[in-house]
């Protein structure tokens, strides 16, 4: 995967809060300028998560976009996923890339300079650094970093770094100029929106 595909980065919300839902939301986010589709969910089961992932897979593929899957190996390889997003409490990312080999791009998320020392450059493929603002969607997120946490954390970084928690266009802007950064995570400001397809080109105008 390209370093570029992680410039807009969606995180799937629940269908629920997605305002065309799921299927339809991810369709138009892409349209609008998203290079990459996480899909996470929360309290689904394991029937309901392969149907829509399956689906994701299939929206995202059609428009030529690389698609992840939080948390789940198992369930990445089973759908055709590009790639799975790992956090501290997930499966360890070594162990993740002999499950997976060498054909899952992985990530990992990070939201202190101890976890950041600690990222494994030989399994880890990119890093998702965050909440940098406080966020509700992610019920056990940690405690914000801030702007100046974030700085710190991206400039010290070992691989490409996507910031997340919070991120709206003019958050994203600030963020940009403050350290290094490969892109966005953007969960509800795209997901919850009416029009998905301008949130998401508000977004890409922002970084520039």
Same mark, same amino acid.
């Given at each position: +995967?390209?370093? =570029? !595909? $992680?410039? $807009?980065?969606l995180v799937t919300d629940a269908p629920e809060r997605c305002s065309l839902g799921l299927a *339809?939301?991810?369709?138009?986010?892409?349209?609008?300028?998203?290079?990459?589709?996480?899909?996470r969910r929360e309290r689904a089961d394991a029937a309901t998560m392969l149907r829509e992932a &399956? =689906?994701?897979?299939?929206?995202? #593929?059609? &428009?030529?976009?690389?698609?992840?899957?939080?948390?789940?190996?198992?369930?990445?390889?089973?759908?055709?996923?590009?790639?799975? #997003?790992?956090?501290?409490?997930? +499966?360890?990312?070594? =162990?993740?890339?002999?499950?997976?080999?060498?054909?899952?791009?992985?990530?990992?998320?990070?939201?202190? =300079?101890?976890? +950041?020392?600690?990222?494994?450059? #030989?399994?880890?493929?990119?890093?998702? !650094?965050?909440?940098?603002?406080?966020? @509700?969607?992610?019920?056990?997120?940690?405690?914000?970093?801030?702007? *100046?946490?974030?700085? #710190?954390?991206?400039?010290? !970084?070992?691989?490409? /770094?996507?910031?997340?928690?919070?991120?709206?266009?003019?958050?994203?802007?600030?963020?940009?100029? @403050?350290?290094?950064?490969?892109?966005?995570?953007?969960?509800?400001?795209? !997901?919850?929106?009416?029009?998905?397809?301008?949130?998401?080109? *508000? /977004?890409?105008?922002?970084?520039?």
């Amino acid at each position: +995967m390209k370093p =570029e !595909c $992680l410039r $807009l980065y969606l995180v799937t919300d629940a269908p629920e809060r997605c305002s065309l839902g799921l299927a *339809e939301t991810v369709r138009r986010a892409i349209a609008g300028g998203v290079t990459l589709v996480q899909y996470r969910r929360e309290r689904a089961d394991a029937a309901t998560m392969l149907r829509e992932a &399956a =689906e994701l897979r299939a929206v995202t #593929h059609a &428009a030529g976009v690389p698609f992840i899957v939080n948390n789940d190996v198992r369930l990445a390889l089973q759908v055709g996923a590009d790639g799975v #997003h790992l956090g501290q409490s997930d +499966m360890p990312v070594a =162990e993740a890339r002999k499950l997976a080999g060498q054909g899952l791009v992985i990530g990992i998320s990070v939201s202190n =300079e101890r976890e +950041m020392l600690a990222v494994d450059t #030989h399994a880890a493929d990119y890093v998702g !650094c965050g909440p940098v603002f406080p966020t @509700a969607t992610k019920s056990d997120a940690a405690p914000a970093v801030g702007v *100046e946490g974030w700085a #710190h954390l991206s400039r010290i !970084c070992p691989l490409p /770094i996507v910031a997340i928690g919070g991120i709206t266009a003019s958050r994203a802007r600030e963020l940009r100029a @403050a350290g290094p950064c490969s892109g966005v995570a953007v969960v509800s400001a795209i !997901c919850g929106a009416p029009d998905p397809a301008a949130a998401a080109r *508000e /977004i890409v105008v922002a970084l520039t």
